[in-house]
């Protein structure tokens, strides 16, 4: 039998980054045969090189006979964990009742797509993970284009500019901070001057915060849950700056205000 798909999945491509992995992948095999006196470095992928911290490879492994099911949300005492890990790093004060757990800040920002109500705007450049996602849930997009002169920053009067031509409804504006690719890191001050805009015209924000531990200058890094609490989805995990990205574990920390 012919198995038929959706059409959404015909307009979705390999991602570069995928294709680029591959692309050494396959290479390094051919290296081995041929035993080439060089090697490649595969930065596509954003994958850490390093090794897992020894503390959280240790404490899998002595976890690992737990198989029972356990709260959907996550386990509490982890829960209160990630909670004291955002206070500790990012002056967070976070109810564990507002954090989720889930297999991944990518499955976690696809279920913040699948079910919050409203366009999403996308900044471009940015992560070229959120345009599969949308496209596979059907939902309406805009991109926001970013100005070289800017540092490919988003500038909040043109941010205001182009919500203004959109529709009144709630929307949903994607945050990646520190940004990919580029880099750049958001100071307090340009965040609270986006929450105004974001306020403004009844836009919730998805911060992507998954490299902010890894920023160059960590001192100058500010969470946008701290700015726009009552209006921001902050997600970060385990992949990056504990090198643990097979370990599919992310957290998102709901808005204030917002838990069951």
Same mark, same amino acid.
């Given at each position: 039998? /012919?198995?038929?798909?959706?059409? %959404? =999945? $015909?307009?979705?491509?390999?991602?570069?980054?995928?294709? @680029?992995?591959? !692309? *050494?992948?396959?290479?390094?095999?051919?290296?081995?045969?041929?035993?080439?006196?060089?090697?490649?470095?595969?930065?596509?992928?954003?994958?850490?090189?390093?090794?897992?911290?020894?503390?959280?490879?240790?404490?899998?492994?002595?976890?690992?006979?737990?198989?029972?099911?356990?709260?959907?949300?996550?386990?509490?005492?982890?829960?209160?964990?990630?909670?004291?890990?955002? /206070?500790?790093?990012?002056?967070? %004060? =976070? $109810?564990?009742?507002?954090?989720?757990?889930?297999?991944? @800040?990518?499955? !976690? *920002?696809?279920?913040?797509?699948?079910?919050?109500?409203?366009?999403?705007?996308?900044?471009?450049?940015?992560?070229?993970?959120?345009?599969?996602?949308?496209?596979?849930?059907?939902?309406?997009?805009?991109?926001?284009?970013?100005?070289?002169?800017?540092?490919?920053?988003?500038?909040?009067?043109?941010?205001?500019?182009?919500?203004?031509?959109?529709?009144?409804?709630?929307?949903?504006?994607?945050?990646?901070?520190?940004? $990919?690719?580029?880099?750049?890191?958001?100071?307090?001050?340009?965040?609270?001057? *986006?929450?105004?805009?974001?306020?403004?015209?009844?836009?919730?924000?998805?911060?992507?915060?998954?490299?902010?531990?890894?920023?160059?200058?960590?001192?100058?890094?500010?969470?946008?849950?701290?700015?726009?609490?009552?209006?921001?989805?902050?997600?970060?995990?385990?992949?990056?700056?504990?090198?643990?990205?097979?370990?599919?574990?992310?957290?998102?920390?709901?808005?204030?205000?917002?838990?069951?």
């Amino acid at each position: 039998m /012919k198995i038929l798909v959706e059409k %959404e =999945i $015909n307009a979705i491509k390999m991602p570069e980054n995928l294709r @680029t992995g591959i !692309l *050494i992948a396959e290479q390094r095999k051919k290296c081995t045969k041929m035993k080439c006196n060089f090697d490649f470095s595969a930065l596509s992928f954003g994958q850490s090189p390093f090794h897992v911290p020894e503390v959280i490879a240790k404490a899998l492994g002595q976890n690992s006979d737990k198989s029972h099911y356990s709260d959907a949300q996550g386990i509490i005492e982890l829960r209160k964990k990630v909670a004291e890990f955002n /206070k500790k790093h990012f002056g967070l %004060e =976070i $109810n564990p009742s507002r954090i989720i757990i889930g297999p991944g @800040t990518k499955t !976690l *920002i696809h279920m913040i797509f699948e079910i919050i109500k409203g366009d999403i705007i996308i900044p471009s450049p940015s992560w070229i993970g959120y345009y599969p996602e949308i496209k596979l849930l059907k939902k309406h997009f805009h991109t926001f284009y970013l100005k070289p002169e800017f540092d490919y920053k988003i500038q909040p009067k043109d941010l205001d500019g182009f919500l203004f031509k959109l529709h009144k409804d709630q929307r949903i504006l994607v945050l990646n901070n520190p940004h $990919n690719p580029t880099g750049n890191l958001y100071s307090k001050k340009e965040l609270e001057e *986006i929450t105004k805009i974001c306020r403004k015209h009844n836009v919730f924000v998805i911060a992507d915060e998954i490299y902010a531990l890894t920023s160059y200058n960590f001192r100058n890094f500010v969470s946008m849950g701290k700015i726009y609490p009552e209006g921001t989805f902050v997600t970060n995990g385990l992949s990056k700056d504990r090198s643990a990205g097979g370990y599919r574990l992310g957290h998102c920390i709901l808005p204030k205000n917002c838990s069951k």
